[in-house]
């Protein structure tokens, strides 16, 4: 079993608390982290800084994009290794980690060596003044803060990592303590890509201890953060005594919208890969499934019958369809949220049978889907983060956005309809960061992800995504010597 330390100035540094990890999957022990406390955390934002200081900020933007690149084809070799440490890990499907995350985050850290559209200055002119010129830089911040939650850890990893580092800055990255392995492992092998020392630095620990270290400092020039709602506030609140610049990637409750006129069968799938893909554990999970009332029983029940065939098993074997919960904190949570909602009147239509197919030390949650959800029950309003898809019903296009659009939250939709017309309608009326018609989930380094209202601040991937983690300078030059007495000197200085 490998113990993992901390990952600091291009160190694994196991001075602190360890602690066993055990698969979600099965129970099984999978490896021993050393937690960080408040001052590792602080070692780790001292070499970041220095690091940026006296090595990074003097390494060319072509340079940062070849060790870049190095790394996503150092990854590549190991992509076995890091899916099934991502499954066991997180509970998720192996299938699921071979086939979609660890070869998205390959991709995306090419995209972000390779293909991403970011230069870092650029040459303006000035119209209201002749014969002089304009740059604009993107400068780095210094030293990213990132936070990530427990679902995606190496994807979360890429995301934070890669946009941050092609920009110019050095990372303190502090992933989920449940869930730290692959981002662990990708700082090991970006220390094997080149990048120096100091870089990138992994620290894993708890909230409310490492979290908070990072958000405080006054070294730490922009926290990236990816978590709930309610951290995402604290973690607003925090930042703000020091001034830093923020992004923050929230929860969701998104809504799938099906119209009558909508190729069932392609929906039905769409709709069941939107809610169960990771066992529902994804911020943009189709966790609403908003469905036209002349068409509901055909639509359910197609997703019955799909739901029927996934086959439960342990996730790491390649058969199985369904991932496991990543903690038991999180299967609680999932328990009390469709409890009270049956309570306000909610159906359990359909709850698949999972018992004795399951890993008996495994988490697990049946997929289930509710019906007879109402706008006013937690199974509509709050995250369930879980396997859990509430049905509603509506009448027409205006009835589908308002309900699509009845929520605190603002992540992501799908819409479903043959008429592509209609569907962009609709599309434009729904508040959220990234809508999907007539697919779902598909993530593009290329465009950027993030929420309206309380689903966050600011935008991850795409160009949006890389200048977030910049500052701009901009230099005024007139090099021709024009004279700009007439608009500027004259009118204080007389000749
Ligand atoms: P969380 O908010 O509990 O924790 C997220 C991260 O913040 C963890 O690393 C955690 O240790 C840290 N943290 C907790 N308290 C902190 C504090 N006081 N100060 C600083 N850091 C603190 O979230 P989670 O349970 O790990 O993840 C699930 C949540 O993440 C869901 O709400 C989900 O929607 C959201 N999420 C959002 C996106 C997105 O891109 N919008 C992606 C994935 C997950």
Known sequence: MKRYGNFIDGVMDFDGEEEVLYSPADGRQIAVITKANYEKAKEAIDSAEHTFKNVWSSISLQRRRQLLLRLSEIVQERSDEYALLESLNTGKTLRQSMFMDIPLGIEHISYFAEKAEFRDSREIEHPEYPGTKGIVQYLPLGVVAAIAPWNVPFLMAVWKIAPALLAGNTVVLKPSHYTPLTALELAEDAKKAGFPDGVLNVVVGDGSTVGNALIESEKVNHVSFTGSTRTGKEVMMKSSSSFKKITLELGGKSPNIVFDDADLNRAAKGILFGIYLNSGQLCESGSRLLVQSDIKNKLMEKIRYYMA???????????????????????????????????????????????????????????????????????????????????????????????????????????????????????????AGTIWINEYHLLSAAAPRGGFKKSGIGRELGLEGILEMTQTRHIFINESGTDLSDVAYALVVNE
């Open 309 to 431: 065939r996934m086959r439960a098993g342990n996730p790491t074997d390649m058969e199985t369809d369904i991932s496991a919960i990543t903690t038991q904190e999180q299967r609680n949570k999932i328990i009390e949220i469709v409890e009270r909602s049956k309570d306000k009147g909610a159906d359990v239509l359909y709850s698949k049978e999972i018992s004795g197919k399951v890993p008996e030390k495994g988490i697990f949650y049946p997929p289930t889907l509710l019906d007879n959800v109402s706008s006013d029950m937690d199974a509509a309003r709050e995250e369930i983060f879980g396997p859990v898809l509430a049905v509603m019903e509506f009448k027409d296009e205006d009835e589908a956005v308002r309900i699509a659009n009845d929520t605190d939250y603002g992540l992501a939709a799908g819409v479903w309809s043959k008429d592509i017309e209609k569907a962009n309608r609709v599309a434009n009326r729904i508040l």
